[in-house]
C-alpha cells in the first residue's frame, strides 16, 4: 500500500477473515454447506473448485452481497454478518473487471475514496500512486473501452486496492484473458499481494494458477470445503478421492490394504508393498481392495522384469517441451492408461512404443481411499 | 476474385429487394413534399409551378398555431410524467419480486394492444358519466396512458444491459445505496431514459385517434387541427405542414442520436 500506511505486525496472526458455520440457499438448493473457515491476516487464499461449486457465493457472502441462511462472518474479529456491503470496506475485483464505462480510468479509481469523503488533493495523489503500483502511469484519463482486457484488469485491481480493503476479493479475475497474459498477471498480483501484505481470497477453478499463487487453498466441491491446506499438502497429501483427482494429475490403480499403523498403512499393489496415509482408510478392512493414487511424477520407468517394477506396454508418447508424458497399459492394474511423466526428451527413444517396461513407484507421496461404490 | 454467378444475382437481387423497400417506405413522403411546393391551391402530383407559399400560410393559419400550443403542452406533460412512472415501473420489475408482477407488466404494455380510439373513447364516456370536464388534465392522462409501454420498454432495456455487478462494485467501494442510483445507475440509464422521453414526446405529439375524442375546439392538438383543416380545405397546407414535421422529427432523432447512440437503447446490446 501507499507510503505511510501502518506496518501491519506479524506476530499475533488474527483472523482477518472468519466464517463460522456459514450457509446459503437458493430456493431449495443449498449452495453453500456449513463453511468454517479462518483466513489470518495477509494470507493469499484460493477457493477452487468446479462451476458451480459455491466459490463465487461464499465471496458474495464475505462482500455483503447475499444475506446468510446460517452461521456467522467475522471480519478482522468484527461481527458483519449484518452489515450492509457497503460498510464492509472489502475490495473487489470481478471477471468482466466492472470499470464505470462513463468515468475514466483516475474516476473509476478514486471513485471509492470520494464516497468516504477524502480531500481532492490526497484522492489525485493516491490515484496516482495506484496507478503506479498497478503500472499504468499516464492511463488516468483514458476510458475504459480505450484499455486492453489485462489493462482494466489492473485499472480494477488499483480502484479495489486504493481504499486500503480489510480484505482483498477476487472472483476468477483472469479467466478472460489469453494464457501469456494470465502468466504475467499471476506473477504481478502476487508481488502486489506480498508488498501490501493485503488479505485475499482468490477464485478459480484453474487448479494450475490455485498452487503457484496460494498460501492455502480451500478445495471445494458441491457447496461443501473438501480440504484446506497448503497448496504442497493439498498435492501431496489429498483429504479425499475428489480433491486427489481434481487437483493434478492422477492414476488410480488397484491396490490391497494390508497392514495399518498409527498413521500409516501398508499397501500392495501387484504384489509390491507401498506406504500409505492410514487417514482415508479407517473404515477398510485390511485385505480389502483400495484404489491407489499415484501423481504421473512418482512413477519409473525401468527395464522390464527389473526386480521391484511391475509390467506395463507403452502405448503412446506426448511430447510436452519440458517433459514426455508416457501412456502405459498395465490391465492388471488400472482400467485406463497409466500416465508417466519424465524428463528429458530421450524418453521417448529410451522407451518406444509397443515396448515391455517397468513400473516402479515412489514410496512417498502416495495416497489410497476406500474403492468407490459406483464409478459415477 | 468474381463470386460465381448464382451468388453475384443474389447479391444483386438482394441489394435492388432493400432498395425496393426503402422506396415504398419513403414514397408517401416524396410524393407529399413534392405536393407541398405546389404554387396552385390544389393538391394535385405532380404539381406545374412551384412555390413556398403554403409553408407560409402552414405557419399562420390561427388553428394551427393553437393546436401546436395544445400539442406542445400535452406531449411535454405526457411525456414527462409517463417517463417518471414508466422508469418507476421498469425498475420495480427489473429489481424486485412480487406479486402480480407479471400481471402488471402485462397490464402496462397492454395499450400496445387495446386500439387508440377504444382509449380515446373509453376516456370520453367515463368524463361524460363523471361530469369531467374535457380538459387538458384528461387528454394529458389519455396520453400517458398511450406512450408508458414505450417508455417502460426504454427504460427496462437499459436497465437489462446495465451490469449489477456495476452496482455491487460501487457498494464494495463504500457507496450507499442512494450514492449508488446517483453516481452509478442513473447516469448509465440517461440515453436509455431520454430516448424513452423523445419517443414518447414524438407518438404524443403525432397521436390523433385518442385526441379526437377528448379533445375540444379549445384544446385540440395539432393533429386533430389538421383533421378539421382537411375537412374544410384540400389546399397543399397540410403537405407543407407534413414536410415540417418530418423535418423537425427528423433532426430531433438526429440529434438524439448521435449524443445518446439510440442503437444503444434499440436493441439488446451487451454491455461491457
Ligand atoms: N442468484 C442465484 N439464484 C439461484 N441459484 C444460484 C444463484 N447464484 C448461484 N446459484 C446456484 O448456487 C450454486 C453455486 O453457484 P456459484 O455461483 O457460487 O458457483 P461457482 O463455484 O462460482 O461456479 P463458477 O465457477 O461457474 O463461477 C450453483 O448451483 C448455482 O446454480
Ligand atoms: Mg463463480
Known sequence: MPAGSPVIEDAPRRAAVQLDGVTKKFGGSVALHEAWLKIPSGEFMTLLGPSGCGKTTLLNLVAGFLDTDGGEIFIDGTLVTETPAHKREIGIVFQNYALFPHMDVAKNIGYGLRMRGVPKAEIARRVEQALALVKLTGYADRRPRQLSGGQQQRVALARALVIRPKVLLLDEPFSALDKNLRGSMQVELKEIQRELGVTTIFVTHDQGEALSMSDRIAVMSAGRIRQIATPDEIYRRPADRFVASFVGDVNVLKARLGSRQSSEAVATVGGIPVIVPAGPLNDVASGAAIDLFVRPEHIQLAPAGEAGTLRGTVSTHIFQGGHVDVYVEAPALSRDRILVRLPGVDAITRWPVGGQVGLRFGTTDLTAFPVEGDPA | ?272
Open chain 2, 1 to 272: 476474385m468474381r463470386q460465381p454467378l448464382p451468388q453475384r444475382l443474389l447479391g444483386i437481387s438482394g441489394k435492388l429487394l432493400i432498395a425496393a423497400i426503402l422506396g415504398f417506405i419513403i414514397l408517401p413522403a416524396v410524393v407529399v413534399t413534392i405536393a407541398a411546393f405546389n404554387s396552385k391551391a390544389i393538391l394535385t402530383f405532380p404539381p406545374s409551378a412551384y412555390s413556398f407559399r403554403w409553408f407560409e400560410r402552414a405557419v399562420s393559419y390561427g388553428d394551427f398555431k393553437k393546436g401546436f400550443q395544445a400539442g406542445l403542452t400535452v406531449t411535454l406533460w405526457a411525456s414527462t410524467i409517463a417517463l417518471v412512472v414508466g422508469a418507476a415501473f421498469a425498475f420495480a420489475i427489473n429489481r424486485y419480486q412480487f406479486k402480480f408482477k407479471r400481471a402488471l407488466e402485462g397490464l402496462l404494455l397492454s395499450p400496445l394492444i387495446v386500439p387508440h380510439f377504444t382509449i380515446g373513447l373509453g376516456l370520453l364516456m367515463l368524463a361524460a358519466q363523471t361530469g369531467l370536464p374535457r380538459g387538458y388534465p384528461l387528454i394529458v392522462f389519455c396520453h400517458v396512458v398511450l406512450v408508458l409501454p414505450f417508455v417502460m420498454r426504454c427504460a427496462y432495456i437499459s436497465l437489462q444491459n446495465l451490469d449489477t455487478r456495476l452496482e455491487l462494485a460501487a457498494a464494495s467501494l463504500g457507496a450507499s445505496p442512494l450514492k449508488i442510483l446517483l453516481t452509478v445507475t442513473l447516469p448509465l440509464l440517461v440515453p436509455g431514459l431520454v430516448s424513452g422521453w423523445l419517443f414518447a414526446a414524438i407518438l404524443s405529439f403525432n397521436e390523433f385517434t385518442a385526441s379526437l375524442f377528448v379533445t375540444t375546439q379549445a384544446t385540440q392538438t395539432l393533429p386533430v387541427a389538421m383533421y378539421n383543416y382537411v375537412r374544410e380545405y384540400a389546399d397543399p397546407t397540410l403537405a407543407a405542414l407534413s414536410v415540417i414535421y418530418i423535418v423537425v422529427t427528423a433532426v430531433l432523432l438526429s440529434l438524439a442520436n448521435a449524443y445518446l447512440g439510440l442503437g444503444k437503447v434499440l436493441n439488446v446490446e451487451q454491455g461491457r
